[in-house]
């Protein structure tokens, strides 16, 4: 068995692990839906969402009505760019030759490094896009989201800073915000806040209970929204790398009909090959696009 047989069968083995890993600290499929559709090649990618124009005040009809009232459905179309990516890894002859020799299968680590570092890039994408292509956005940075400016009693203050009545007055009017933006039809059902500023609310409790803003929080806003809503932790420190001096959140509709991220091809393993005199090369390949508010309406963001 040739050098390169012995590698590719190596990768051919961990193809399937690759698929199916999953790390602990990659979330993001929680905060967006990944729409993971093949397309090959492609470079772009089109997302309509549907807007309706009709009374409410017709449509009624008698004996003699022949015809009937029409409602407009128009499509705004959503695009969203796709960019291929690929990433290398190297095996030395000599580690190969010895790993043959004793009847050891192919180290597959620096790959599995790889897969890795391919998923910690579509988290970073999918919230912040990607630093060397403007096209792509992210969660917390989409052009097509506008900025909510508190004012009521939790305007100015920190998250971490608050005590119990002023962590529910900051969520509240974000709640309500939100709920305006969409025009009053649908509540959202998800705030994405810091890590940290989530614990502090984990820790605060009200005065003279056991009950923790985060759980009071939790249940009062899924009464309001009358569907469950989450308050969940942006990974690494996400929500503070996007405005300076200040902590970004957001309160959105979380649902794949709202806002999804593109994933076209996921991480796939390439096929082996020699590589100069003394090695043998493979790598991943993916091709992603950036966060796509299909309708932006129906997310805000707070700056604090």
Known sequence: ???????????????????????????FPQFVYVDQQTAVGITEKLHYGADEHGSLDDGLITTGTST???????????????????????????????GKLLGLNLDTAKIMALNKNAQQTLQKVAFLGH?????????????????????????????????????????????????????????????????????????????????TALEFLTKSLSAAAGREVAIKALPSNFGSRVTDGKTRAIVYVNSKEHVIFDVPMTPTVLEAKEKGLLAY????????????????????YVDY
Request: net charge negative; hydrophobic share 45%; no cysteine.
């Open 281 to 300: 090369e493979s790598g991943l390949r993916m091709a992603f696009g950036g966060v796509t508010f299909i309708e932006p309406e129906s997310a805000l």
């Open 1 to 27: 068995m040739s050098l390169l047989t012995y590698v590719q069968n190596g990768l051919t083995a961990v193809s399937k692990e690759i698929a199916e890993t999953k790390y602990p600290e990659i979330v």
């Open 68 to 98: 009937l009232d029409q409602v407009e459905v128009g499509f705004t179309p959503k695009r969203s760019y796709i960019v291929p990516w690929a990433k290398s890894v190297t095996w030395t002859k000599p580690e190969l030759e010895q």
């Open 131 to 211: 630093a060397k292509d403007g096209r792509l956005t992210g969660l917390l940075n989409s052009k097509d989201v506008s900025v909510h400016t508190l004012k009521g009693a939790a305007a100015g203050a920190k998250v971490q800073a608050m005590d119990f009545d002023k962590a529910v007055a900051f969520f509240k009017e974000m709640f309500l915000a939100g709920l305006e933006k969409t025009k009053r039809i649908e509540a959202p059902n998800t705030f994405a806040i810091d890590a940290l500023d989530l614990a502090h609310l984990a820790l605060t409790q009200r005065a003279n209970t056991d009950t």
